[in-house]
């Protein structure tokens, strides 16, 4: 019989690693069933939504095993599933820290394909597509035009636009709260979205590099409490 205290907090963490995981299902099953509404914010940053949901999924049903097989491995005292469990709970550790390095050396080439990503896509405007609607939404929220400005719009193969007819989203709404008639150059916001979005990425750069520690110390103290449980278990047994 192993105690009871470490015993209740291995529990207490695999439950946590349990919601994590089904928040991650969670997340992908939404990204699924509501394509329409967050299929224009992945398109502009050239992102597949079927891909995007597909990882979330898979990540959440693996998390919510890792999770299970801990719970049944304390319930049962089965070492084995421990083990288990450690051993991928390491395996995770290391793929954080080494994809934390990579995007962090190649943070330069990641901006850069983002900004690829957005021209593609703004090739694309052409007031149907989900493209279309994604820009639409990105520009009235960051309040930018185009991808470095609004001349991007005169750049593109549609005839429809030019410096002197761009599309609505690029200018503020009026002081009622409807679209401007005509959008052109001389109402147009003067940040490009590429720039906004940089800048709301970097608003969040502490929170993600807060979250990203605190899983790494959580995933440590896990995989530590785990090899003492098991090692805990291993004393009890030869007693």
Same mark, same amino acid.
């Given at each position: 019989?192993?105690?009871?205290?470490?015993?209740?907090?291995?529990?207490?963490? *695999?439950?946590?690693?349990?919601?994590?995981?089904?928040?991650?299902?969670?997340?992908?099953?939404?990204?699924?069933?509501?394509?329409?509404?967050?299929?224009?914010?992945?398109?502009? &940053?050239?992102?597949?939504?079927? &891909?995007?949901?597909?990882?979330?999924?898979?990540?959440?049903?693996? $998390?919510?095993?890792?999770?299970?097989?801990?719970?049944?491995?304390?319930?049962?005292?089965?070492?084995?599933?421990?083990?288990?469990?450690?051993?991928?709970?390491?395996?995770?550790?290391?793929?954080?820290?080494?994809?934390?390095?990579? +995007?962090?050396?190649?943070?330069?080439?990641?901006?850069?394909?983002?900004?690829?990503?957005?021209?593609?896509? +703004?090739?694309?405007? *052409?007031?149907?597509?989900?493209?279309?609607?994604?820009?639409?939404?990105?520009?009235?929220?960051?309040?930018?035009?185009?991808?470095?400005?609004?001349?991007?719009?005169?750049?593109? &193969?549609?005839?429809?636009?030019?410096?002197? #007819?761009?599309?609505?989203?690029?200018?503020?709404?009026?002081?009622?709260?409807?679209? $401007?008639?005509?959008?052109?150059?001389?109402?147009?916001?003067?940040?490009?979205?590429?720039?906004?979005?940089?800048?709301?990425?970097?608003? *969040?750069?502490?929170?993600?590099?807060?979250?990203?520690?605190?899983?790494?110390?959580?995933?440590?103290?896990?995989?530590? #409490?785990?090899?003492?449980?098991?090692?805990? #278990? *291993?004393?009890?047994? &030869?007693?």
């Amino acid at each position: 019989m192993s105690s009871p205290c470490m015993k209740g907090s291995l529990l207490a963490m *695999n439950l946590i690693v349990l919601i994590f995981g089904v928040a991650l299902l969670g997340l992908g099953i939404f990204i699924e069933v509501e394509r329409n509404h967050v299929a224009p914010y992945l398109a502009v &940053a050239g992102v597949s939504r079927l &891909a995007f949901g597909g990882v979330l999924i898979a990540d959440g049903v693996f $998390v919510i095993a890792i999770g299970i097989i801990g719970c049944v491995g304390i319930m049962q005292e089965k070492r084995g599933c421990l083990v288990f469990q450690a051993t991928f709970l390491t395996i995770i550790f290391l793929i954080l820290i080494v994809a934390s390095g990579v +995007l962090y050396g190649y943070r330069h080439k990641l901006t850069k394909s983002i900004k690829n990503g957005m021209e593609n896509s +703004l090739e694309k405007y *052409n007031g149907s597509s989900a493209d279309t609607k994604g820009w639409d939404n990105v520009q009235r929220q960051l309040r930018c035009c185009g991808v470095v400005n609004y001349t991007d719009y005169s750049d593109l &193969a549609i005839p429809a636009w030019t410096v002197n #007819m761009l599309p609505g989203s690029c200018c503020p709404k009026s002081s009622n709260d409807t679209a $401007v008639v005509t959008c052109t150059s001389a109402n147009a916001f003067g940040e490009g979205c590429y720039q906004g979005t940089l800048d709301h990425l970097t608003k *969040n750069w502490y929170t993600w590099g807060g979250a990203a520690i605190g899983i790494s110390v959580g995933l440590l103290f896990s995989i530590g #409490m785990t090899l003492c449980y098991c090692r805990q #278990m *291993n004393r009890y047994q &030869a007693v």
